[in-house]
Protein backbone atom coordinates (compact mmCIF):
# COMPACT_ATOMS: atom_id res chain seq x y z
CA UNK A 1 0.00 0.00 0.00
CA UNK A 2 1.85 3.23 -1.11
CA UNK A 3 2.78 5.16 1.95
CA UNK A 4 0.61 8.33 1.16
CA UNK A 5 -2.29 6.22 2.43
CA UNK A 6 -1.37 6.16 6.39
CA UNK A 7 0.36 9.97 6.47
CA UNK A 8 -1.72 9.52 9.12
CA UNK A 9 -2.14 11.73 11.93
CA UNK A 10 -1.67 9.00 14.04
CA UNK A 11 1.54 7.62 12.69
CA UNK A 12 2.66 10.97 13.58
CA UNK A 13 1.71 11.17 17.26
CA UNK A 14 2.25 7.28 18.19
CA UNK A 15 3.69 6.24 21.45
CA UNK A 16 7.04 4.50 21.66
CA UNK A 17 7.16 1.27 20.33
CA UNK A 18 10.59 -1.06 19.37
CA UNK A 19 9.62 -3.18 16.59
CA UNK A 20 9.87 -7.01 16.97
CA UNK A 21 11.92 -8.80 14.40
CA UNK A 22 10.66 -11.13 11.92
CA UNK A 23 10.17 -14.81 12.29
CA UNK A 24 12.74 -16.65 11.22
CA UNK A 25 12.80 -20.38 12.73
CA UNK A 26 9.98 -23.05 13.61
CA UNK A 27 8.01 -22.18 16.74
CA UNK A 28 5.50 -24.59 18.48
CA UNK A 29 3.47 -22.97 20.13
CA UNK A 30 -0.52 -23.04 21.71
CA UNK A 31 -2.00 -20.44 19.59
CA UNK A 32 -0.63 -18.77 16.49
CA UNK A 33 -3.13 -15.39 15.98
CA UNK A 34 -2.31 -13.93 12.27
CA UNK A 35 -3.09 -10.23 12.32
CA UNK A 36 -1.55 -7.40 14.51
CA UNK A 37 -5.08 -5.10 15.13
CA UNK A 38 -7.36 -4.87 17.66
CA UNK A 39 -8.92 -7.96 16.66
CA UNK A 40 -5.59 -10.26 16.94
CA UNK A 41 -4.07 -8.62 19.54
CA UNK A 42 -7.13 -8.62 21.56
CA UNK A 43 -7.08 -12.94 21.39
CA UNK A 44 -3.64 -12.94 21.89
CA UNK A 45 -3.32 -11.45 24.73
CA UNK A 46 -6.39 -12.94 26.21
CA UNK A 47 -5.02 -16.22 25.01
CA UNK A 48 -1.72 -15.70 27.30
CA UNK A 49 -3.57 -14.36 30.52
CA UNK A 50 -5.34 -17.80 29.85
CA UNK A 51 -2.03 -19.39 30.33
CA UNK A 52 -1.24 -20.39 26.55
CA UNK A 53 1.94 -19.71 24.45
CA UNK A 54 1.09 -17.31 22.00
CA UNK A 55 2.85 -15.93 18.79
CA UNK A 56 1.32 -13.52 16.66
CA UNK A 57 2.16 -12.14 13.12
CA UNK A 58 1.66 -8.96 11.57
CA UNK A 59 2.74 -8.89 7.75
CA UNK A 60 3.12 -5.47 8.41
CA UNK A 61 3.34 -3.58 11.56
CA UNK A 62 1.41 -3.41 15.20
CA UNK A 63 -1.82 -1.69 13.80
CA UNK A 64 -1.11 -1.33 9.86
CA UNK A 65 -4.68 -2.06 8.68
CA UNK A 66 -7.69 -0.17 9.91
CA UNK A 67 -6.82 -0.64 13.19
CA UNK A 68 -4.02 2.42 13.15
CA UNK A 69 -6.16 4.34 10.41
CA UNK A 70 -9.61 4.66 11.26
CA UNK A 71 -12.01 7.74 12.26
CA UNK A 72 -11.03 6.84 16.10
CA UNK A 73 -15.18 6.60 16.84
CA UNK A 74 -16.12 4.42 19.61
CA UNK A 75 -19.83 3.74 18.84
CA UNK A 76 -21.67 1.48 20.68
CA UNK A 77 -23.67 -1.76 19.01
CA UNK A 78 -23.18 -2.92 15.69
CA UNK A 79 -24.54 -1.65 12.48
CA UNK A 80 -28.24 -3.40 12.70
CA UNK A 81 -30.47 -1.50 15.44
CA UNK A 82 -31.51 -3.14 18.51
CA UNK A 83 -35.13 -3.44 16.91
CA UNK A 84 -33.85 -4.93 13.91
CA UNK A 85 -31.80 -7.23 15.97
CA UNK A 86 -34.62 -8.02 17.87
CA UNK A 87 -37.10 -8.61 15.27
CA UNK A 88 -34.82 -10.86 13.07
CA UNK A 89 -33.45 -13.00 15.44
CA UNK A 90 -36.09 -12.94 18.95
CA UNK A 91 -35.42 -11.78 22.05
CA UNK A 92 -33.85 -14.46 23.67
CA UNK A 93 -30.51 -14.30 20.80
CA UNK A 94 -30.76 -10.53 20.82
CA UNK A 95 -30.17 -10.72 24.05
CA UNK A 96 -27.07 -12.40 23.97
CA UNK A 97 -26.21 -9.86 21.13
CA UNK A 98 -26.83 -6.73 22.83
CA UNK A 99 -25.42 -8.20 26.01
CA UNK A 100 -21.79 -8.55 23.85
CA UNK A 101 -21.91 -5.92 21.21
CA UNK A 102 -23.11 -2.83 23.66
CA UNK A 103 -20.95 -4.02 26.26
CA UNK A 104 -18.19 -3.94 24.33
CA UNK A 105 -17.01 -0.22 25.47
CA UNK A 106 -17.10 -1.32 29.56
CA UNK A 107 -13.88 -4.09 27.84
CA UNK A 108 -12.08 -1.67 26.07
CA UNK A 109 -12.14 0.80 29.03
CA UNK A 110 -11.03 -2.36 31.15
CA UNK A 111 -8.30 -2.81 28.80
CA UNK A 112 -7.34 0.87 28.76
CA UNK A 113 -7.58 1.13 32.59
CA UNK A 114 -5.85 -2.17 33.36
CA UNK A 115 -2.77 -1.76 30.89
CA UNK A 116 -2.56 2.63 31.76
CA UNK A 117 -2.91 2.99 28.22
CA UNK A 118 -2.23 6.54 26.83
CA UNK A 119 -4.70 6.39 24.10
CA UNK A 120 -6.64 10.23 24.70
CA UNK A 121 -9.62 8.71 25.62
CA UNK A 122 -12.56 10.89 25.70
CA UNK A 123 -16.26 10.24 26.64
CA UNK A 124 -19.33 11.08 24.15
CA UNK A 125 -20.73 10.19 20.92
CA UNK A 126 -23.39 11.34 19.16
CA UNK A 127 -25.34 9.96 15.79
CA UNK A 128 -26.49 13.09 13.88
CA UNK A 129 -29.75 12.98 12.05
CA UNK A 130 -29.12 13.84 8.28
CA UNK A 131 -32.70 13.75 7.06
CA UNK A 132 -36.17 14.28 9.97
CA UNK A 133 -36.89 10.91 8.96
CA UNK A 134 -33.87 9.78 10.21
CA UNK A 135 -34.64 11.81 13.63
CA UNK A 136 -38.09 10.04 14.04
CA UNK A 137 -36.37 6.53 13.95
CA UNK A 138 -33.91 7.20 16.37
CA UNK A 139 -36.30 8.44 19.16
CA UNK A 140 -38.12 5.01 18.23
CA UNK A 141 -34.58 3.11 18.73
CA UNK A 142 -33.98 5.05 22.03
CA UNK A 143 -37.17 4.14 23.64
CA UNK A 144 -36.68 0.54 22.74
CA UNK A 145 -33.00 0.71 23.70
CA UNK A 146 -34.11 2.06 27.17
CA UNK A 147 -37.49 0.23 27.74
CA UNK A 148 -36.75 -3.03 26.90
CA UNK A 149 -32.76 -3.56 27.17
CA UNK A 150 -32.01 -1.15 29.94
CA UNK A 151 -29.77 1.19 28.16
CA UNK A 152 -30.60 4.72 29.28
CA UNK A 153 -27.09 6.55 28.64
CA UNK A 154 -28.42 7.35 25.37
CA UNK A 155 -29.78 11.24 25.45
CA UNK A 156 -32.20 12.57 22.54
CA UNK A 157 -31.02 15.89 21.29
CA UNK A 158 -34.11 18.00 19.74
CA UNK A 159 -33.04 19.78 16.07
CA UNK A 160 -33.25 23.11 18.69
CA UNK A 161 -30.70 21.63 20.63
CA UNK A 162 -27.82 19.79 18.26
CA UNK A 163 -26.16 23.09 18.92
CA UNK A 164 -25.14 21.74 22.29
CA UNK A 165 -23.03 19.12 20.46
CA UNK A 166 -22.39 20.64 16.94
CA UNK A 167 -22.41 24.08 15.42
CA UNK A 168 -22.28 22.86 11.54
CA UNK A 169 -24.27 20.49 9.14
CA UNK A 170 -27.83 21.96 9.69
CA UNK A 171 -28.45 18.11 11.13
CA UNK A 172 -32.51 17.38 12.28
CA UNK A 173 -31.11 16.03 15.59
CA UNK A 174 -29.70 13.19 17.12
CA UNK A 175 -28.83 10.83 19.51
CA UNK A 176 -26.02 11.07 22.21
CA UNK A 177 -24.62 8.68 24.10
CA UNK A 178 -22.46 9.27 27.02
CA UNK A 179 -21.23 5.39 26.61
CA UNK A 180 -19.71 6.52 23.16
CA UNK A 181 -16.33 8.05 22.46
CA UNK A 182 -13.68 8.27 20.89
CA UNK A 183 -9.73 7.92 21.52
CA UNK A 184 -6.15 7.48 19.11
CA UNK A 185 -6.61 3.96 17.51
CA UNK A 186 -2.70 3.63 16.84
CA UNK A 187 -1.50 4.08 20.57
CA UNK A 188 -4.62 1.88 21.84
CA UNK A 189 -3.28 -1.00 19.45
CA UNK A 190 0.21 -0.54 20.74
CA UNK A 191 -0.74 -0.07 24.32
CA UNK A 192 -2.45 -3.56 23.43
CA UNK A 193 0.47 -5.07 21.69
CA UNK A 194 3.20 -4.35 24.83
CA UNK A 195 0.36 -5.60 27.34
CA UNK A 196 1.04 -8.38 25.02
CA UNK A 197 4.37 -8.47 25.13
CA UNK A 198 4.49 -8.21 29.22
CA UNK A 199 2.52 -11.49 29.41
CA UNK A 200 4.38 -13.51 26.91
CA UNK A 201 3.50 -13.21 23.75
CA UNK A 202 5.57 -13.56 20.87
CA UNK A 203 5.37 -10.89 18.44
CA UNK A 204 6.71 -11.13 15.22
CA UNK A 205 6.20 -8.35 12.51
CA UNK A 206 6.98 -8.12 8.95
CA UNK A 207 6.54 -11.92 8.77
CA UNK A 208 3.92 -12.70 6.18
CA UNK A 209 1.93 -15.68 7.15
CA UNK A 210 0.44 -18.45 4.50
CA UNK A 211 -2.46 -20.56 4.19
CA UNK A 212 -3.10 -22.33 7.64
CA UNK A 213 -2.40 -26.27 7.03
CA UNK A 214 -4.51 -28.67 9.57
CA UNK A 215 -2.50 -31.52 10.32
CA UNK A 216 -3.81 -34.12 12.63
CA UNK A 217 -3.60 -32.71 16.16
CA UNK A 218 -2.08 -29.03 14.73
CA UNK A 219 -1.72 -27.04 12.31
CA UNK A 220 1.22 -25.90 10.18
CA UNK A 221 2.00 -21.96 8.67
CA UNK A 222 4.61 -20.82 6.74
CA UNK A 223 5.91 -17.65 7.82
CA UNK A 224 8.22 -15.12 6.76
CA UNK A 225 11.60 -17.18 6.54
CA UNK A 226 10.46 -19.68 9.70
CA UNK A 227 7.44 -21.77 10.55
CA UNK A 228 5.11 -22.14 13.20
CA UNK A 229 3.13 -25.36 14.75
CA UNK A 230 -0.07 -24.50 16.85
CA UNK A 231 -2.69 -26.39 18.43
CA UNK A 232 -5.14 -23.34 17.34
CA UNK A 233 -4.78 -20.55 15.05
CA UNK A 234 -6.72 -17.63 15.08
CA UNK A 235 -7.19 -15.59 11.82
CA UNK A 236 -7.40 -11.99 12.55
CA UNK A 237 -6.71 -10.27 8.86
CA UNK A 238 -10.06 -8.53 8.44
CA UNK A 239 -9.47 -6.67 4.96
CA UNK A 240 -6.62 -9.95 4.07
CA UNK A 241 -8.58 -12.63 4.90
CA UNK A 242 -8.83 -13.62 1.71
CA UNK A 243 -4.75 -13.58 1.06
CA UNK A 244 -5.14 -16.31 4.12
CA UNK A 245 -8.31 -17.92 3.48
CA UNK A 246 -9.68 -17.36 0.46
CA UNK A 247 -12.95 -19.02 0.89
CA UNK A 248 -12.95 -16.84 3.69
CA UNK A 249 -12.21 -13.71 1.61
CA UNK A 250 -16.06 -13.95 -0.81
CA UNK A 251 -17.63 -12.70 2.59
CA UNK A 252 -16.59 -9.40 2.88
CA UNK A 253 -15.63 -6.73 0.21
CA UNK A 254 -13.03 -3.75 0.70
CA UNK A 255 -14.48 -0.30 1.07
CA UNK A 256 -11.93 2.75 1.01
CA UNK A 257 -12.12 5.36 2.89
CA UNK A 258 -10.41 8.40 3.74
CA UNK A 259 -9.54 10.74 6.46
CA UNK A 260 -8.03 14.14 7.09
CA UNK A 261 -6.59 15.95 10.13
CA UNK A 262 -6.85 20.04 10.58
CA UNK A 263 -4.04 22.07 11.49
CA UNK A 264 -4.91 22.74 15.42
CA UNK A 265 -7.82 24.82 15.88
CA UNK A 266 -8.25 28.02 18.02
CA UNK A 267 -12.37 28.01 17.40
CA UNK A 268 -12.55 24.07 17.79
CA UNK A 269 -14.16 24.38 21.30
CA UNK A 270 -17.24 26.26 19.17
CA UNK A 271 -17.80 23.89 16.53
CA UNK A 272 -17.65 20.71 19.20
CA UNK A 273 -18.75 22.35 22.47
CA UNK A 274 -19.38 19.02 23.92
CA UNK A 275 -15.95 17.74 22.09
CA UNK A 276 -18.06 14.31 21.09
CA UNK A 277 -17.34 11.98 18.49
CA UNK A 278 -20.20 12.55 15.77
CA UNK A 279 -21.25 10.52 12.76
CA UNK A 280 -23.98 11.64 11.00
CA UNK A 281 -26.77 8.90 9.65
CA UNK A 282 -26.20 8.70 5.66
CA UNK A 283 -25.27 5.46 4.14
CA UNK A 284 -22.10 7.18 2.86
CA UNK A 285 -21.51 9.31 6.32
CA UNK A 286 -19.88 11.79 7.76
CA UNK A 287 -17.92 11.18 11.03
CA UNK A 288 -15.35 13.55 12.81
CA UNK A 289 -14.14 14.30 15.93
CA UNK A 290 -11.60 16.50 18.11
CA UNK A 291 -8.14 15.38 18.57
CA UNK A 292 -6.87 16.25 21.70
CA UNK A 293 -4.87 19.09 20.20
CA UNK A 294 -7.54 20.59 18.94
CA UNK A 295 -7.15 19.46 15.42
CA UNK A 296 -10.46 18.40 13.17
CA UNK A 297 -10.56 14.31 12.15
CA UNK A 298 -12.79 14.24 9.58
CA UNK A 299 -13.62 11.28 7.51
CA UNK A 300 -15.95 11.89 4.28
CA UNK A 301 -16.63 9.77 1.47
CA UNK A 302 -15.52 6.48 0.16
CA UNK A 303 -14.86 4.96 -2.92
CA UNK A 304 -15.21 1.68 -4.20
CA UNK A 305 -11.70 1.13 -6.31
CA UNK A 306 -8.18 0.64 -4.12
CA UNK A 307 -6.65 3.22 -6.30
CA UNK A 308 -7.03 6.42 -4.00
CA UNK A 309 -8.07 9.92 -5.35
CA UNK A 310 -5.09 12.26 -6.79
CA UNK A 311 -5.59 14.23 -3.76
CA UNK A 312 -7.03 12.67 -0.67
CA UNK A 313 -6.64 15.57 1.18
CA UNK A 314 -9.15 17.61 -1.77
CA UNK A 315 -11.45 14.63 -1.37
CA UNK A 316 -12.25 14.80 2.08
CA UNK A 317 -12.24 18.32 2.24
CA UNK A 318 -15.49 19.30 0.26
CA UNK A 319 -17.26 17.19 2.96
CA UNK A 320 -15.99 18.99 5.34
CA UNK A 321 -17.03 22.33 4.30
CA UNK A 322 -20.19 21.07 3.50
CA UNK A 323 -20.37 20.69 7.51
CA UNK A 324 -18.32 23.47 8.07
CA UNK A 325 -18.17 26.09 5.44
CA UNK A 326 -15.94 28.27 7.75
CA UNK A 327 -12.87 25.78 7.61
CA UNK A 328 -12.79 25.96 3.48
CA UNK A 329 -9.41 27.55 3.93
CA UNK A 330 -8.00 25.56 7.10
CA UNK A 331 -4.85 23.92 7.18
CA UNK A 332 -4.44 20.48 6.32
CA UNK A 333 -1.56 18.62 8.34
CA UNK A 334 -2.66 14.73 7.41
CA UNK A 335 -4.25 12.88 4.54
CA UNK A 336 -4.47 8.87 4.40
CA UNK A 337 -7.17 6.07 3.85
CA UNK A 338 -7.35 2.73 4.00
CA UNK A 339 -10.11 -0.10 3.43
CA UNK A 340 -13.03 -1.07 5.54
CA UNK A 341 -14.25 -5.05 4.89
CA UNK A 342 -17.78 -5.34 4.78
CA UNK A 343 -19.96 -8.17 4.54
CA UNK A 344 -23.31 -8.44 2.68
CA UNK A 345 -25.35 -7.89 5.90
CA UNK A 346 -22.74 -5.37 7.66
CA UNK A 347 -22.75 -7.83 11.01
CA UNK A 348 -19.41 -9.12 11.80
CA UNK A 349 -18.34 -12.77 10.97
CA UNK A 350 -17.04 -15.09 12.95
CA UNK A 351 -16.87 -18.65 12.66
CA UNK A 352 -14.37 -21.87 13.11
CA UNK A 353 -13.14 -24.53 10.83
CA UNK A 354 -12.27 -27.45 12.71
CA UNK A 355 -9.04 -25.54 14.72
CA UNK A 356 -8.93 -22.23 13.07
CA UNK A 357 -10.92 -19.78 13.95
CA UNK A 358 -11.67 -16.22 12.57
CA UNK A 359 -13.52 -12.69 13.14
CA UNK A 360 -13.59 -10.49 10.26
CA UNK A 361 -16.10 -8.09 8.52
CA UNK A 362 -16.80 -5.53 11.30
CA UNK A 363 -18.21 -3.35 8.00
CA UNK A 364 -16.35 0.33 9.68
CA UNK A 365 -17.84 -0.75 13.23
CA UNK A 366 -15.36 -2.30 14.94
CA UNK A 367 -13.11 0.30 17.40
CA UNK A 368 -14.89 -1.57 20.11
CA UNK A 369 -16.50 -5.06 19.03
CA UNK A 370 -12.84 -6.32 17.77
CA UNK A 371 -11.85 -6.08 21.52
CA UNK A 372 -15.11 -8.76 22.30
CA UNK A 373 -14.21 -10.66 19.20
CA UNK A 374 -10.77 -11.42 20.08
CA UNK A 375 -11.35 -12.15 24.19
CA UNK A 376 -14.26 -14.63 22.99
CA UNK A 377 -11.97 -16.41 20.85
CA UNK A 378 -9.86 -16.65 23.29
CA UNK A 379 -12.71 -18.05 25.56
CA UNK A 380 -13.42 -20.41 22.44
CA UNK A 381 -9.78 -22.06 21.96
CA UNK A 382 -9.95 -23.22 25.60
CA UNK A 383 -13.58 -24.72 25.19
CA UNK A 384 -15.76 -21.89 26.12
CA UNK A 385 -17.99 -21.50 22.96
CA UNK A 386 -21.15 -19.70 24.11
CA UNK A 387 -20.37 -16.25 23.87
CA UNK A 388 -18.44 -16.84 20.73
CA UNK A 389 -21.22 -19.18 19.48
CA UNK A 390 -23.15 -15.75 19.56
CA UNK A 391 -21.65 -13.99 16.94
CA UNK A 392 -20.77 -17.12 15.07
CA UNK A 393 -24.29 -18.18 14.20
CA UNK A 394 -25.30 -14.81 12.55
CA UNK A 395 -26.19 -15.68 9.22
CA UNK A 396 -24.28 -15.08 6.12
CA UNK A 397 -23.42 -14.95 2.63
CA UNK A 398 -20.98 -15.00 0.23
CA UNK A 399 -21.26 -11.78 -2.42
CA UNK A 400 -22.53 -13.12 -5.29
CA UNK A 401 -20.23 -13.11 -8.85
CA UNK A 402 -17.18 -15.23 -7.81
CA UNK A 403 -13.69 -13.66 -7.97
CA UNK A 404 -13.92 -11.32 -10.81
CA UNK A 405 -17.69 -10.22 -10.25
CA UNK A 406 -18.03 -10.07 -6.42
CA UNK A 407 -16.59 -6.39 -6.21
CA UNK A 408 -18.24 -5.23 -9.33
CA UNK A 409 -21.61 -6.34 -8.25
CA UNK A 410 -21.25 -4.77 -4.60
CA UNK A 411 -20.00 -1.49 -6.07
CA UNK A 412 -23.46 -1.57 -7.54
CA UNK A 413 -25.43 -1.96 -4.94
CA UNK A 414 -23.25 0.04 -2.72
CA UNK A 415 -23.63 3.43 -5.19
CA UNK A 416 -27.67 2.42 -5.10
CA UNK A 417 -27.98 3.33 -1.71
CA UNK A 418 -25.26 6.27 -1.67
CA UNK A 419 -27.50 7.81 -4.33
CA UNK A 420 -30.14 7.55 -2.04
CA UNK A 421 -28.47 10.06 0.43
CA UNK A 422 -28.78 12.39 -2.47
CA UNK A 423 -32.65 12.03 -2.60
Not at 244 to 268: D, H, K, Q, S
Request: hydrophobic share 45%; net charge neutral.
Amino acid sequence: MPDRLNDSYYRATAHGWETQRPLDYALDCDVAVIGGGFTGLSAALACAEKGLKVALLEAQTIGFGASGRNGGQLIPGLRWSMREIDAEFGRERAKAIFDLAWGAGARVHDRIVRHDIPCDLKSGHLEAAYKPGHFDDMQREAAFLAREFGWDSVEVVAPSDINTHINGGAYHGGLYDAKGGHFHPLNYALGLAKAALAVGVLIFENTTAQTPVDRAGYVEIAAGAGSLNARHVIIATDNWTGDIAPELGRYTVPIMNYNIATAPLPNADQLLPSDAAVADSRFVLNYFRLSADKRLIFGGGEKYVRRPPADIAGFVRKHMVEVFPSLAQTKIDYAWGGAVGVTMNRLPHMGRKGNVFYAHGFSGHGALVTTVAGEVMAEAVLGTMSQFDVFASLPHSRFPGGKWLARPLATLGLLYYAMRDRL
